[in-house]
């Protein structure tokens, strides 16, 4: 069983920025990939930004150039979040091992 905790989420205005952490623990996490997810009511989740074990990163194209994900240790993830949009608006859930979080709220105001 792994526990997957986010946290950082908030309110913030257009052009903005916000860091997202995601904690995750229950066993060892080295030898797989973490990723970002972010769902809007009524649409299908959409990947944020993913990291491999071995440190290939990819983003979604819709947040390539303002979001910066990284892996700080094995168990712990990182989204930096700049010039943020009003459509960034979502429910943010972290991922690793088929585990997922809670997800963590990210308002952006016009």
């Known amino acids: 069983q792994v526990q997957v905790e986010e946290s950082g989420g908030g309110l913030v205005q257009a052009g903005g920025s916000l860091q997202l952490s995601c904690v995750a623990s229950?066993?060892?996490?080295?030898?797989?990939?973490m990723g970002w997810y972010r769902r809007v009511p009524g649409k299908q989740r959409e990947l944020v930004g993913s990291i491999t074990s071995s440190g290939v990163i990819m983003y979604g194209e819709s947040v390539k150039g303002r979001f910066t994900i990284s892996r700080d240790n094995e168990n712990s993830l990182s989204l930096q979040m700049k010039s943020l949009k009003p459509e960034d608006t979502a429910v943010y859930y972290c991922?690793?091992?088929?585990?997922w979080g809670q997800g963590t709220q990210v308002t952006v105001s016009s």
């Open positions: 229950g066993r060892p996490l080295r030898e797989y990939g």
């Open positions: 991922t690793v091992a088929g585990y």
